[in-house]
């Protein structure tokens, strides 16, 4: 049963093997390139549904795109206007986004990072996207506040990510609790963005090879609150 993590390692033949300490700590890169290496696009080419559902919240400007990986919805951002910097910690990952926006004649940026490290910088990005990134409980509270300090005052975050009620349903990400994200714990961590959408919900995620069916996941449309503006 296809995950992004671990244990799906020990059921998918077709996964290389790792441990759980070296998937999602500074080791990610390796664990990452050895997945992207693979022929095809692990998540496919088509962009996430729920972005391309809420992207007009969006304001027009600079995108950064958290753990972005082989770059469908960088080449989806771009297509559509934005300027898209991508970060992940795969550089395999990242070289297959840039071919992919090639293919689609956009152009996006692309930097090897580690999130757990990364300092985003203040009130730089008019966006900023998370789908699926999922990091230990330490590393995510402290790009969670990263994220909330990079936004621009009505900049916008899209976040999706997978739920601890995903464990029951092993059709993708992480199989492992501290890795997933609760919506009381989001709303906590963003605290400085309003909230346009804050949900959990069940949808099915039909995605490449590794995102499969019934999923539980939470949503984010979080506006960064500008102190200038009227209310
Ligand atoms: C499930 S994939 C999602 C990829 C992409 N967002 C998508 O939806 O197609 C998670 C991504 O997070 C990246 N990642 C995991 N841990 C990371 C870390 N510590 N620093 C940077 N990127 C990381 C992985 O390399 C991978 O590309």
Same mark, same amino acid.
């Given at each position: ?5 671990? %244990? ?6 077709? #996964? ?12 990610? &890169?390796?664990?990452?390139?050895? #997945?992207?290496?693979?022929? &095809? ?19 027009? &400007?600079?995108?950064? /795109? ?5 770059? #469908? ?25 840039? #071919? ?40 995510? %509270? ?6 909330? %300090? ?20 092993g059709t993708g990400g992480p199989p492992v609790a501290d890795l997933l994200v609760t919506l009381d714990e989001l709303r906590s961590a963003l605290d400085g963005l309003d909230f346009v959408i804050a949900h959990e919900l069940e949808r099915d995620v039909l995605e490449g090879r590794l995102h499969v069916g019934r999923s539980a996941v939470v949503q984010i449309v979080g506006k960064k609150r500008d102190p200038a503006a009227? /209310?």
């Amino acid at each position: 049963m296809p995950t992004d993590g671990v %244990r799906g390692e020990e059921r998918n033949p077709d #996964r290389p093997a790792v441990d759980r300490a070296a998937t999602f700590s500074s080791d990610a &890169g390796r664990v990452w390139d050895a #997945r992207y290496a693979k022929a &095809g696009y692990a998540y496919g080419t088509a962009p996430n549904a729920f972005l391309t559902s809420v992207a007009h919240h969006l304001p027009p &400007g600079r995108v950064l /795109s958290l753990g972005e990986g082989e770059g #469908r919805n960088a080449t989806y951002l771009a297509a559509e206007g934005w300027s898209v910097h991508c970060v992940d910690a795969s550089a395999v990952g990242l070289d297959k986004a840039l #071919r992919l926006a090639t293919e689609a004649h956009v152009t996006i940026t692309t930097e090897v990072v580690d999130l757990a490290v990364y300092d985003i910088g203040p009130a730089t990005w008019d966006g900023i996207v998370s789908i699926f990134c999922h990091l230990p409980p330490a590393a995510r %509270r402290r790009l969670h506040q990263q994220v909330v %300090r990079g936004l621009r005052p009505g900049g916008v975050l899209i976040l999706e990510a997978y739920t601890p009620q995903q464990l029951a349903y092993g059709t993708g990400g992480p199989p492992v609790a501290d890795l997933l994200v609760t919506l009381d714990e989001l709303r906590s961590a963003l605290d400085g963005l309003d909230f346009v959408i804050a949900h959990e919900l069940e949808r099915d995620v039909l995605e490449g090879r590794l995102h499969v069916g019934r999923s539980a996941v939470v949503q984010i449309v979080g506006k960064k609150r500008d102190p200038a503006a009227r /209310s």
